[in-house]
């Protein structure tokens, strides 16, 4: 049973991937989507083939990874939905809104913790409850209290916060550089520019 639902995550995994790479070789050869809806499908994308490549390790791994994959899931549809009018609403933030900008904020601090290790996940830990609680710090270090509301907003709504230009670059450019360079590697492509260069460098 382990070992098939182990060949199911890989497969799973693959059948993202390849996906991803097409949509991202199409949209940079067709134009890219609007800045937020381009962002979220490889954000979307990302963070699923993190859980499925990093599953949890206890017990009830199987339906912590399943509740997480259904929440990814889940955040990115909304997001795909709600992206071209959360720009135009002017600061106005639904209930639905909160909910999946803290969903997405955990998910990628557990994505970025099974990738990384603790340590990065901790420090965006405690940017964002500096946002949440800094209003108590004394001055000059403590800011005026943001409400839950604003901080959804920055955060989640606006290219300011998870969907920065961080994510953008990754999005439309990183992403493009690995696709290429894992095909040179597969390909033998790599290998036939360091023998070119080797020959070059003997014969000078």
């Known amino acids: 049973m382990d070992h ?9 995994t693959t ?3 390849v996906l991803l790479v097409l949509f991202h070789l199409y949209t940079a050869a067709f134009g890219l989507l609007e800045a937020m809806s381009q962002r979220n499908i490889h ?9 499925l490549t990093r599953p949890a390790k206890n017990r009830y791994g199987v339906l912590v990874d399943s509740l997480l994959v259904a929440a990814t899931i889940a955040a990115g549809i909304y997001t795909a939905i709600q992206a071209p009018t959360m720009a135009l609403r002017a600061g106005t933030v639904y209930r639905t809104d909160i909910i999946f900008g803290l ?11 099974r990738l990384m290790g603790p340590a990065m996940p901790l420090v965006a830990l405690a940017m ?8 108590h710090l004394p001055q000059p270090y403590g800011h005026p209290p943001y409400s839950l509301e604003r901080i959804t907003s920055i955060q989640y709504m606006t290219g300011e916060g998870i969907y920065g230009t961080p994510l953008g670059a990754s999005a439309s450019f990183i992403v493009l550089f690995i696709a290429f360079g894992a095909f040179l590697e597969a390909s033998g492509g790599g290998r036939f520019f360091m023998d070119l260069s080797s020959l070059y460098t003997k014969s000078s």
Do not use: D, N
């Open 4 to 12: 098939k639902f182990a060949r199911f995550r890989s497969q799973t």
């Open 15 to 17: 059948v993202i991937a």
């Open 43 to 51: 954000l979307t994308a990302a963070l699923l083939m993190v859980l």
């Open 103 to 113: 969903m997405t904020m955990v998910l990628i601090l557990e994505g970025t913790r």
């Open 128 to 135: 964002v409850s500096y946002m949440f609680f800094g209003h």
